[in-house]
Structure formats: C-alpha cells, structure tokens
C-alpha cells in the first residue's frame, strides 16, 4: 500500500492477495436508466444533465442514460447530456429493433444495450423460437454496428438461463450480428457470489466475448457479486449511485468503489472526494433517501457514540498519531464528508462528555459521574441521541447544584 493511501485508511492483513484482484476496471453507471426504474423515481430532464455532469466530475467511465424509445423527455436529454461532451461514452438500451437504434442515433450516444430475452419462460410469453431471437438481434445489433456503434449484448436473467442457451445466443450473434461485450444481467437478483463463479467459469471456457457485470441488490450482495466477476477478469462493472435501481436497486457504485480501494488496494482513478457530494445530489433528485446504516455514504459512518470508541479517538488525536484516528475504516473526509463527530447517547462514556464540554466551551467542576447519569438518562427517555440544546440544560443543572 502506498503512504498516501496509508495515511487515509488501514487494511486488514488477510486481504493482501498474492495476485492483484485486476488491472483495470471500467465504471458504467446506471442511474439515469436503471436507476430511474426505481418505483416512484422520476428525473426531468435538466436533473439528468445535472447527474451526468455529477458523474463525469466523479470520474466514470459510461453513462447509461435512458432507452430513447420511451419519451421525447428522454431522447432530448439524451442529446442534451451529449452536447456536452463530459467526457464518459454514453450509452442507450434498446430493444432488438431498427426504430430503437435509429434513435440512439439521432440522440448522439457511442453506445447502444440491446437487450434479449431468452428463458423457456420468456419464449413462451412472446410466442417466439429461440431462432427468431437470435435473428432479430443479429440484424439490429450489425445495424448498430454498422452505424459505427458500440454494442452490449445484454442477455436477460441470465442466472436462469441455461448455459448451452446461453453461448449459443452469444456465439451466433457474435457471428452473424456485432457484439463487442456481453452483459450479464441477473435481472431478478437471483444469483450469489458463487454462483457468479460458477457462472464466469463455465460460460468463459465456450465465449470469448468480454463481459459486463449487471447485478441486483435483493439479497445484499450486489456487490460482493460484482466483486466476484471482477476477480475473474471482468473489466465492465455496471453500478449506480446509492445502489438505485428496479426494485431493490442496483450494485451501489460507492461500495464498488471503496471495497476496491481500501480492502483491495486497487486505485479506480474515481474522484474519491465527489462520492458524498453525487450521493446527495441522488438523494435530493429522486427522492429516496439513504438510511444512517447504508454502507459507505450513510451518516452513521462518522458518529462516535460509544464510550470505548470516543476514548481510543481521542486518545490517538492528543497523542498526535493523525492516521490512528481510524476508528472508522477509512476517513469520512476521504469521500468528501466532515471528520467523525463523538456524540452523546445511551452508549456514551466519559470521553463523551469531556469532548462535548470542550466542543461547546462548557465548564463543569468534577461532577463527570453525575453528568453520565443524566446523559443516559436523557438518551433513554428521549430514544435517541442528545442535541447540544438538552446536553447545556443539563449542564446547567448540574452546576446549580
Ligand atoms: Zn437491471
């Protein structure tokens, strides 16, 4: 690990992996589109210029920004996000068909998602046969090709899919159509770590195409998926920020991110300081907020309420040892929010108040003890944490005595 980065964060020694997790890794951010799939989630047009600017001054790679088809709301914003030109390639998901692509076309995009849908279930509902699928997207995607287009394959709940259907959809399309990466959506949120390995494995040996890894949150574990794709060479990650996305959502892209950098020492080259900033911005233009315990960006990151905890803080910033403040996994400051802050609740110990007395320039004469009592006391009532408002009145009390 380098000494920047130590001064930021520590490790746990049994991370360190004989080989490098990966080399490189290709952020593609879905929240405009997944993301907007979010029940509820709506984002007019100007607030989707303002996250793609968001995203581009984080530093990913690919922005997924709408399927044009859908509203002239969105084609416009299409074209609004690619007049800029920001920086990241913009990407547009389409159906297996010519209309679709021609308006990823007239929108500007270097990119297109053409998506298939190909389980025995799916089959059934449309009344299609497996050649009629790979007919229809061999033809629209070499038109996208043609047109000078980059082309995903997007293969739908894949988790379910046989793996002989599977390469023979991804081999004949490569064939006679154009593909340049395969996703693989676990559009259900059905599949765990391992079973993304079991996945990768076997798929990789027959088809030669690179991947994309598109997973659902259901179960959690969108992100140790992700990671586990990665692990296997796979250099396309397709996330959003906050995780948002249909259902559940999608691969939080903050927790890709730092799961990354810290507990793999692997620079993403991701403007680190922006995460908090996109996050709220998220937050504030779709509407769904992120719960204290959400990882990465939730605030409880940076409060300090037990008493052990506020004790080891404190005793490592009066010792000076500035990289020891780490009783957090990596400094908050590191994704652009304030320094942990040792608040005053139920767990709350000595240090606690001695931190929330000098904070607030307060003065008690050898009182701690009764003090503690009260702050408990006060906490258990109230169910919750103390403001600085209760914490004074407290005080004052306790001096009058
Ligand atoms: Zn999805």
Known sequence: MNSDKKKRWINSHYNVLEQPLTDSVEFHDLTLRDGEQHAGVVF???????????????????????????????????????????????????????????????????SVQVSVAATDQYLKTFGWSLDDVIEMVSTASKYAGDNGLEVTLAIMDVSRMQTERFLEIANRVDKSGHVDTITLMDTFGLISPHGVINMINKV????????????????????????????????????????????????????????????????????????????ELVQKLSG??????????????????????????????????????????????????????????????????EWNLSRLNLFVDEKHKDLHEKVQEKATEKHGLLTDQEFEEIVKNIVKQ
Request: proline share 4%; net charge negative.
């Open 44 to 110: 007019r047009k100007d607030e989707k210029v303002e996250i793609a600017r968001a995203l581009a001054e984080l530093g990913v790679h690919n922005i997924e920004v709408a399927m044009p088809i859908v509203s002239k709301e969105d084609r416009d914003a299409i074209k609004a996000i690619a007049r800029l030109k920001l920086g990241p390639k913009l990407r547009a998901v389409c159906r297996a068909r010519q209309e679709d692509i021609d308006y990823a076309l007239d929108c500007g995009v270097d």
């Open 204 to 279: 990789q040996k027959e088809c030669h195409i690179p991947f994309e890894a598109h997973f659902h949150n259901d179960f959690g574990l969108g992100t140790a998926c992700t990671i586990a794709a990665i692990g296997l060479g796979v250099k396309h990650v397709q996330v959003s920020v906050n995780g948002l996305g249909e259902r559940i959502g999608n691969t939080p892209l903050e927790e890709v991110v730092m799961a990354l950098e810290v507990l793999y020492d692997y620079s993403t080259g991701l403007n680190l300081s922006k995460i908090n900033q996109v996050s």
């Open 288 to 353: 769904v907020k992120m719960p204290s315990c959400k990882p990465i960006v939730g605030e409880n990151l940076r409060v300090i309420e037990s008493g052990l905890v506020a004790t080891e803080y404190m005793t490592m910033l009066e010792k000076g040892e500035e990289w020891v403040k780490h009783v957090v996994p990596f400094m908050p400051t590191v994704i652009g929010k304030k320094e942990p802050e040792i608040v005053l609740g139920k767990l709350s110990g000595i240090s606690n108040i």
